[in-house]
């Protein structure tokens, strides 16, 4: 993440400026100019708010939901949530629909949690095929269309630069990784979660970060 100083340029009129060269002897102006150093290196730097610095890490960068929603990736999507985010494509025959309907038991088991705070996020490593109607059909047949199941696909660039940040990214479409990511957005705690975990463990973390908040 990068730092961004503001400068300010303050520009005097000449006339002033002869002015204090005239009346200021030359060793004043070199006692002033190190004084005034000496504060601004004391001063402590501001830093970036806490929240600002995760938007900034995982960006705002815009998607589409299965609902055909533009979305911003954290504000809208893991702002004060705990989120479980993995990653497929709707033409998987094998990976993704095991891994959907692992996810589905550990939705179930979580009951009243589910949507609030708990979110499953699901992000497609294909966005050039699996446009929001791919999305939505593959969420029906699965019978993972619920409102605290969000599907993400959008602008190729954004999506690989997205999974990028999250340290999953592929070039190629079927290697894509069958890693799940889990954290507490507001307490910026984040896990990994090997894909042959089975529900009551994946639950079980689930739980145990939503108990942060």
Known sequence: MTSHKTVF?????VVSIMAVALIVPAAAQQQTATAEKEQ???KPQ???PDEQKTRQYFTDLPLLTQEGKSVRFYTDVLKDRVVLINFMYTNCKDACPLMTQMLIQVRDRLGEMFDNPVRFVSISTDPERDTPQALAKFAKQQKADDPGW????GEKKNIDFIVKRLGQY???VE????MM??????????????????APGILAKLQTLASES
């Open 46 to 48: 501001r830093s970036l």
């Open 40 to 42: 601004h290196a004391a």
């Open 150 to 153: 969000v599907f993400l696909t």
């Open 170 to 172: 592929s070039p190629n």
């Open 181 to 198: 990511l889990a954290g507490n957005v507001r307490t910026r705690h984040w896990i990994k979660i090997m894909p042959m975990t089975p």
């Open 9 to 13: 340029f303050f520009v005097l009129p």
């Open 175 to 178: 290697a894509h990784s069958t």
